[in-house]
């Protein structure tokens, strides 16, 4: 089954064709990063603007890429939800209309679905069960996995997401947009040993029974701190890796107990976070001692892409799983209710 996926519901327009016998035969992703840089955030307007102009073009060029013409196109896959709803529309609309125009079965792939089952396109695939972290821009969560569709949340955000405290820190360090992959090249400068004692940044919610995360305070940590010191390019520097370090030993210390509490040894990292090498590393550390197994996508498929999106609908659209010839968008849409497969 060849399978067409779209992924609009943020600042990235992916698309991608993924063929469940031969594999992702190509995967393409227009980043509007540049343009939202100008106003230090996504606008959800310019967004929705831009996934017009740029995703036809980009679906006949992965169509090209993939070798493959509109009639060996199986079913087509895209974002329903959760995200910015204007963004979404424009994939759901596209993407709905053209497997009507196709005569082609379409179907709605949840975000985070498709976040949680990037690892799976790697050569390597993690096994069933796992516990996921999701740590992207608008999500942190730690899922038990029992199969596609078979999620049950453990843990997540109480406040701000991790990769939004991420851009915020970096946001009042003056460090640009996007935040996240910024901080964490320029935490590479700073000292370790500066902030200690009183001045030691917390890892909130450690220190109580639980799952949950709560990631505003460390920001407002982050900015107390700033406003007590001298401004210069080493206290950046400092601020941002102790920043840095706290949230990162914050997810791990959550996903040690979360291996210890549900006995799954298996975790899998996704989302943008998961491109962060100071996580992957504290996290690899703590996996050897838990003898767990932990599994990372590809550091492309970290972030928002299409294949993930093309992979996730393969997989119901097998099973299937279809659209009635009508769309909508989602932006709330609770990972818990998805059908298992
Ligand atoms: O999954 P994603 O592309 O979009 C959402 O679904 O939200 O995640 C984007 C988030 C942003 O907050 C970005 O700053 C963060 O992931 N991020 C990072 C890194 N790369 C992306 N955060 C920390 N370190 C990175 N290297
Ligand atoms: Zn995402």
Redesign the pocket.
Known sequence: MRVLGIET????TGVAVYDTQCGLLSDLLYSQVAMHADYGGVVPELASRDHVRKLLPLIREALQQAQTTATQIDGVAYTQGP?LVGALLVGAAVGRSLAWGWQRPAVAVH??EG?LLAPMLEEKPPRFPFIALL?????TMLITVEGVGRYNVIGETLDD????A??KT?KLLDLGY????????VAKQGNADRFQGRSRFPRPMTDRPGLDFSFSGLKTFALNTLHANEHDAQIRADIALAF?TAAVETLAIKCQRAIRETGIHRLVV??????????RARLNHMAKKEQAEVAYPRMKF????GAMIAYAGALRLQAGEMEPAEFEARARWPIETLTAL
Not at 9 to 12: I, P, R
Not at 161 to 164: H, L, M, N, R, T
Not at 302 to 305: A, E, I, M, R, V
């Open positions: 519901s943020c600042d990235e995200g975000h985070l976040h740590v992207s821009g608008g999500h997401a991790v990769g939004e991420f851009d970096a996007p935040g996240g992959p910024r901080l964490e090249q840095q996704a989302g943008g976070v998961s491109a962060n090498r100071a996580l970290c972030t928002d892409n």
